[in-house]
């Protein structure tokens, strides 16, 4: 199983940029989905974004043409990208690794998830 470790969360305001990052313990070529969730307080988490190994990225409505997700795989690591954060994208943000399951993935594997904070 592969371990998961976050970083890159903060404060921020609105409008603002922020990069998280996903060190993974394994090649990230072994797993078929790398995806990035967030959870803010009283709501399910939520999957933002997957990025498909040798295949695609997509990302949920709400974040789609703001966040962009990358892979180093000399680094085992992923990143997301956030751009033009607003106020209700505060939540914990966490990383995960799994499969596909239709237009969204299993997750096999977590990080410890992430704070972001966006002041308005």
């Known amino acids: 199983q592969v371990h998961l470790v976050e970083s890159g969360g903060g404060l921020v305001q609105a409008g603002e940029s922020l990069t998280l990052s996903c060190a993974a313990s394994?090649?990230?070529?072994?797993?078929?989905?790398m995806g990035w969730y967030r959870q803010a307080p009283g709501n399910q988490r939520e999957l933002i974004g997957r990025?498909?190994?040798?295949?695609?990225?997509n990302y949920a409505d709400s974040v789609k043409g703001r966040f962009t997700i990358s892979r180093d795989h000399a680094k085992n690591t992923v990143y997301l990208h956030m751009n033009d954060l607003k106020p209700n994208d505060t939540a914990v943000y966490y990383c995960?690794?799994?499969?596909?399951?239709?237009?969204?993935?299993?997750?096999?594997?977590w990080g410890q998830g992430t704070q972001v904070t966006v002041s308005s």
């Open positions: 995960a690794a799994g499969t596909l399951y239709g237009d969204s993935m299993r997750p096999t594997s």
């Open positions: 394994m090649s990230l070529l072994r797993i078929s989905v």
């Open positions: 990025s498909v190994t040798r295949a695609y990225t």
